[in-house]
């Protein structure tokens, strides 16, 4: 048998099967049921303001920040983030975020699990 056969077959996830329709790159996949122990938000915020509510999850999640500034609230200490930064928050730290503006939020985050798991607060 060779490395090739003793492998899981590739996914290929199209676009269409995870980011919302229309403008910005934004959906949410989780990648369990494909295999992976990941799983990403892709956010697209046009609204100062807007963002996720406290919250946190028994897993670290990784957020790339594409485009635009955010504030982060993190446990008790509050950050703020732009353009290619990358923010990891651990395991069980209770979490916020919102847009800072004036551009859009593009932002990716990445859950280390094939499924989300959320508890909010």
């Given at each position: 048998?060779?490395?090739?056969?003793d492998?899981n077959?590739?996914?290929?996830?199209?676009?269409?099967?995870?980011?919302?329709?229309?403008?910005g790159?934004?959906?949410?996949?989780?990648?369990?049921?494909?295999?992976?122990?990941?799983?990403?938000?892709?956010?697209?915020?046009?609204?100062?303001?807007?963002?996720?509510?406290?919250?946190?999850?028994?897993?670290?999640?990784?957020?790339?920040?594409?485009?635009?500034?955010?504030?982060?609230?993190?446990?008790?200490?509050?950050?703020?983030?732009?353009?290619?930064?990358?923010?990891?928050?651990?395991?069980?730290?209770?979490?916020?975020?919102?847009?800072?503006?004036?551009?859009?939020?593009?932002?990716?985050?990445?859950?280390?699990?094939?499924?989300?798991?959320?508890?909010?607060?």
């Amino acid at each position: 048998m060779t490395d090739q056969e003793d492998r899981n077959p590739v996914s290929v996830i199209g676009a269409d099967q995870w980011l919302s329709p229309g403008e910005g790159f934004s959906g949410e996949w989780q990648g369990a049921a494909s295999g992976s122990r990941l799983s990403i938000i892709a956010n697209h915020i046009h609204e100062i303001g807007e963002g996720a509510k406290r919250h946190r999850h028994p897993y670290a999640e990784v957020f790339l920040i594409r485009r635009g500034s955010v504030a982060f609230e993190l446990g008790d200490e509050r950050l703020n983030a732009s353009e290619g930064q990358i923010v990891v928050v651990p395991a069980g730290v209770p979490h916020a975020f919102q847009s800072l503006g004036p551009e859009p939020l593009e932002m990716i985050d990445i859950h280390e699990s094939g499924n989300f798991d959320t508890e909010w607060r």
